[in-house]
């Protein structure tokens, strides 16, 4: 007799949606009262004289975090459930990859 007390594919399923239903609601949410002022490493160089120093990065897909080509709040969202959905996609991936490394338990 098996004891098998992993939950069923449809209920992890509705977890996973509601669980992105709310990260999509914070995002939203988030994106409108993010503050337009530098955060604090960008304030400390202003404050000491050295934020011309600064490069450029060698490549930007996204930068200020607002998505090419849209205007106004929505860019921001728009960027945020973007990096939410590529930062998703690399924990599964990890997570996939790191499944399929767990030695299969004999019991089962």
């Known amino acids: 007799m098996t004891n098998d007390t992993r939950p069923s ?4 399923t509705v977890w996973v949606v509601v669980a992105l239903a ?3 609601v914070v995002v939203v949410a988030a994106s409108f009262l ?31 975090y607002v998505f090419p ?3 106004g709040p929505l860019a921001t969202v ?9 930062v998703l996609g ?4 990890v997570g996939s990859m790191l499944a399929r490394r767990r030695p299969q338990d004999p019991e089962a």
């Open 9 to 12: 594919t449809r209920s992890r």
């Open 22 to 24: 709310i990260v999509v």
């Open 34 to 64: 993010a503050s337009t002022s530098p955060d604090g490493l960008e304030r400390v160089a202003e404050d000491h004289g050295f934020g011309g120093l600064a490069q450029d990065s060698p490549f930007s897909i996204m930068p200020d």
């Open 69 to 71: 080509g849209v205007d």
């Open 78 to 86: 728009i960027a945020g459930v973007i990096g939410v959905g590529v």
């Open 90 to 93: 690399v924990v599964w991936l």
